[in-house]
């Protein structure tokens, strides 16, 4: 390298250092805040700055007996590397993991505290001796751009602090501003509207909130005919939703009927009965991307039919997703349909998916990946690209049915077709026997394609060796595939 070239290297990065920043948010004083934990964060050897800590509900048992336990999250805005100094106060530390293990974070103990590096844009969890309930997650957003102004008109702007709201219906054209250290207390409802905008680095949440302090109180209307979710989207057009917190006791986003909708940098937690996470129901040109979702049911639903919803879901788009199922399923497609008019759900592609855990008892809705199809639905052309799977706690890898579940369905689902699993990889020894069946001759499951799939680091494939050559290749990666499921490939691709 000649001088002039080192000098030009040398000027860059200086540059790009001078610019790299971390933006901290002050916690309003309240119940939701976390004083046990300490973290702090710095970029290379500048000063360590504080970042606060908040609680969130999680559901650690939920079938005879509810336990909820106390979760935390702590959030700030980074635009280069930056290292992280935490103490969690949970005693003598004996094991220390960051999840999404792929990310290749090495942690460093340094008696109380736990030093480790991280990047723009990573959410994780930390968890000191096996403790998954009271770990720390840590959400390293980006930098904010094209933050809306207090002086805008169209813009609704929460500042830091807490706000009360109670249940808010959004007219078109609104921007929905939620600060960095603001929390907002309430629900939003988008209906029959376009061109709306939620956005900012703060928190929304149902759960009561308590402070010493005053709260800005906003007055209302709570219409009878809406369910009690977090934030409904229904009958509307050209919604966005970035970068928020939320903590609900229904789902965190309900979709219905609507149209071109982006939701990103997104982060939720629940622990209610029935708390999803996004549902999304009769609707087209939705994309997901950079979530994390902690839920106490379904993380991410993709349904037909249901409700006053009706017609087809289409072109659905899930990118770079985190998903922690406590309850039900990471990632359910199908179910839910209109039997004497049957849906279609088609062309939904989930690439760069990683699944922390999944635990659930009851077999009829185990699965990390479902697609089951009932109300005569069909569901084809879905695409499942680079996922990790971790060692989840109890449930089923892929569930894969046409299938007639009289607790919610008045019909037995039309089929399954055109599915590929691309790089999917699991490692762990819980996971229990997947299951790819159809319902009868009329009602099948057909090209179903997995390639590359990885299974505690062996892949499996239909020439693998070792292979008997009696054996289904499903039986070598644990997956029993039933009667009435035509054209099932298992290929390597380098």
């Known amino acids: 390298m000649n001088k ?15 610019k790299a920043q971390i933006i901290t948010y002050k916690a309003p004083e309240s119940n939701l805040v976390n004083h046990t934990i300490k973290v702090d964060v710095r970029q290379g050897k500048g000063n360590w700055l504080p970042v606060d800590v ?13 336990i909820i336990k106390k979760t935390a999250f702590s959030y700030f805005d980074c635009s280069g590397p ?15 993991r960051i999840r999404p293990a792929n990310y290749g974070i090495k942690p460093e103990v340094k008696g109380d505290f736990i030093e480790f590096e991280l990047n723009p844009s990573q959410y994780v969890s930390l968890e000191v001796n096996g403790n998954i309930f009271e770990n720390l997650q840590i959400f390293a957003n980006p930098i904010e751009t094209n933050r809306p102004t ?11 602090g807490i706000h009360k709201v109670g249940r808010m219906v959004v007219p078109s054209g609104k921007t929905i501003y939620v600060a960095g250290g603001a929390i907002v207390e309430g629900s939003l409802i988008i209906d029959h509207a376009e061109n709306i905008r939620i956005c900012g680095r703060g928190i929304l949440t149902q759960h009561p909130v308590q402070s010493d302090s005053s709260a800005l109180k906003k007055t209302a209307t709570t219409p009878s005919k809406f369910r009690n979710d977090h934030l409904i989207i229904q009958n ?3 919604i966005s939703v970035d970068g928020i917190i939320e903590l609900p006791t229904g789902y965190s986003i309900l979709m219905g009927e609507s149209k071109h909708v982006s939701i990103s940098n997104f982060k939720a937690f629940s622990s209610s009965g029935n708390a999803d996470g996004i549902d999304i129901f009769c609707s087209e040109d939705i994309k997901l991307d950079h979530i994390y979702m902690r839920n106490s049911d379904d993380c991410i639903a993709i349904y037909g039919h249901r409700w006053d919803y009706y017609g087809n879901t289409s072109d659905i788009t899930i990118n770079n997703a985190i998903l922690w199922a406590d309850v039900a399923h990471p990632l359910l497609i199908g179910t839910h349909g209109d039997t004497d008019h049957p849906d279609t ?19 009829d809705y185990q699965g990390c990946i479902s697609l089951n199809a009932g109300d005569s639905n069909l569901i084809r052309n879905v695409s499942f690209e680079n996922v990790e799977i971790e060692d989840i706690r109890k449930g089923q890898l892929f569930n894969l049915r046409v299938m007639y579940n009289h607790k919610y369905n008045t019909s037995p689902g039309m089929g399954i077709e055109n599915i590929l699993f691309r790089n ?7 996971a229990n026997m997947s299951v790819i069946a159809g319902y009868d001759d009329q009602h099948k499951i057909r090209n179903i394609i997995f390639e590359n799939l990885k299974i505690n680091g062996t892949l499996i494939y239909d020439q693998m060796p070792g292979k008997p050559a009696f054996y289904k290749t499903g039986d070598m990666a644990n997956i029993f595939i039933g009667e009435h499921v035509d054209g099932i490939q298992f290929l390597r691709k380098d």
Request: charged content about 15%; proline content about 1%; some cysteine.
């Open 345 to 363: 759900l088609q062309n939904i592609k989930v690439q760069n998916l990683t699944i922390l855990d999944h635990h659930e008892n009851q077999v």
């Open 150 to 160: 207090k002086n805008d008109a169209q813009t609704l702007y929460f500042g830091p």
């Open 4 to 18: 002039f070239l080192a000098l030009t290297c040398a000027t860059i990065l200086l540059l790009q250092t001078a």
């Open 424 to 430: 999917v990889n699991y490692n762990g020894t819980h």
């Open 54 to 66: 908040y609680k969130a509900n999680v559901a650690a048992r939920f079938d005879a007996q509810q």
């Open 236 to 238: 509307s057009n050209n």
């Open 82 to 96: 930056v290292r992280l100094r935490v103490k969690l106060n949970q005693g003598v530390i004996k094991d220390v």
